[in-house]
């Protein structure tokens, strides 16, 4: 069994966010849209989900996160504890890494899971966390490794990222998380095709989504996410999987907004749009 907890579903910067002041962000200050926390996932094998959890990507907002899920909480038995094993990194985005700062507390090293390249661009988190608890690097490697009872997991190269995939090796099942996804390449279309479960990068809807709000600003392609619009819409439709879910979603993104004819037909799709707190169990 694999259980995963959708902890963020915003893309950086959350929703709102902070000095934005866009239709999305706008209607989240009102109540109309619910706000979303900064990318990350829990991911267990347990089946209780209480013991020992890795979490994908530690977003700034990872302390409120771990508050908003009882099951990552310290335990009442022992003045110091986490359920928290471990950290797999996708890149070195500061909304995917900054969290990392908030677990130096701990009384051992944090064990993160990171590409030779990640690593490098992060290297500025060896000398803060030095004087704290340290790091345990461990290289993430292409084929499958265990993680944590009967599950394992493998990177899959992108430009500039990796994704993820999970296996329960009792039963299987397969899930994929790729919240930064620049093109699709033969590996990940395949990995989506096996997998049961997909969360899938959700960033933009349009490539020039943000030069519709501030002039100058980049392409979606430029910042290694390939549009909903015009680059994965139709392939996530055509995915055998069981779920397939948006996340990692950018707070100008129309889908957000309830109303919007992009959500309609997001969903007409058969696709889901993550929230902050969406549990899965495969």
């Known amino acids: 069994m694999i259980r995963i907890h959708i902890l963020g579903s915003a893309a950086g910067g959350g929703l709102p966010q902070w000095n934005c002041a866009c239709a999305n962000c706008t209607a989240a200050r009102a109540g109309k849209i619910t706000p979303q926390t900064q990318s990350s996932i829990a991911i267990t094998g347990d089946s209780e989900g209480f013991h020992r959890w890795f979490l994908i990507n530690a977003s ?7 508050e908003n899920m009882p099951r990552l909480q310290p335990r009442r038995d022992s003045p110091r504890n986490t359920p928290v094993a471990g950290v797999l990194l996708t890149n070195g985005d ?6 990392l700062l908030l677990l130096r507390e701990q009384e051992i090293p944090l064990v993160v899971y990171a590409a030779d390249e990640t690593r490098a661009a992060l ?7 030095a004087r704290f608890c340290g790091i345990e690097w461990r290289k993430t490697i292409p084929e499958f490794q265990t993680l944590s009872g009967t599950v394992a997991f493998r990177a899959i190269e992108l430009p500039r990222s990796i994704a993820f995939q999970f296996r329960d090796d009792s039963s299987g099942e397969t899930a994929l998380f790729a919240p930064s996804v620049a093109e699709l390449t033969d590996e990940l279309r395949n990995a989506v095709h096996e997998s049961d479960v997909v969360l899938f990068d959700g960033t ?5 989504e943000l030069a519709a709000i501030r002039q100058g600003a980049r392409s979606a392609r430029q910042m290694n996410h390939l549009p909903i619009s015009d680059g994965s819409l139709d392939f996530l439709h055509q995915s055998p999987a069981r779920r397939k879910i948006y996340t990692h979603i950018n707070n100008t993104n129309p889908i957000l907004m309830p109303s919007s004819r992009e959500r309609a037909h997001v969903k007409q799709s058969g696709i889901e749009i993550a929230r902050d707190g969406l549990e899965i169990v495969i």
């Open 123 to 129: 290297g500025w988190l060896d000398d803060v966390l």
């Open 94 to 99: 500061i909304d995917h890494a900054l969290g």
């Open 204 to 208: 933009f809807w349009s490539d020039g």
């Open 60 to 66: 700034p907002d990872l302390t409120r996160q771990i």
